[in-house]
């Protein structure tokens, strides 16, 4: 059973910082693409960063603000966001996607419960 469970979650003003945490278990193979994904109120679910075969990746409204990590021997994804704004509120979700070859598997792609993140003064 895969499990994602994020940390690192809150209340922060404008212009602050905050790292997100996804730990991954339960699973055994060895190719994944790690992402972050957030849904403001009213609206779509939205790729945040991603990390994968060497790449990653950032939507336009967080390219220098935000940055996504590994660390592969815990299993674990971060997201460092700094420069926080108001627009940034939402809850974060962590998903993480088998891949062979680089190319993402049907039916083995798993999301995390959420995180709420709140920018406001």
């Known amino acids: 059973q895969v499990q994602l469970v994020e940390s690192g979650g809150g209340l922060v003003q404008p212009g602050g910082s905050l790292r997100l945490s996804c730990a991954a278990s339960?699973?055994?193979?060895?190719?994944?693409?790690m992402s972050w994904y957030r849904q403001a109120p009213g609206k779509e679910r939205e790729l945040v960063a991603s990390s994968g075969g060497g790449r990653t990746t950032y939507a336009d409204s967080v390219k220098g603000r935000f940055t996504i990590s590994r660390d592969n021997a815990k299993n674990t994804v971060y997201l460092q966001m700094n420069s926080l704004k108001p627009e940034d509120t939402a809850v974060y979700y962590c998903?993480?996607?088998?891949?062979?070859?680089?190319?993402?598997?049907?039916?083995?792609?798993?999301w995390g419960q959420g995180t709420q993140v709140t920018v406001s003064s």
């Open positions: 339960g699973f055994t193979f060895s190719s994944y693409v």
């Open positions: 998903k993480l996607v088998m891949t062979i070859a680089g190319v993402p598997v049907t039916g083995y792609d798993y």
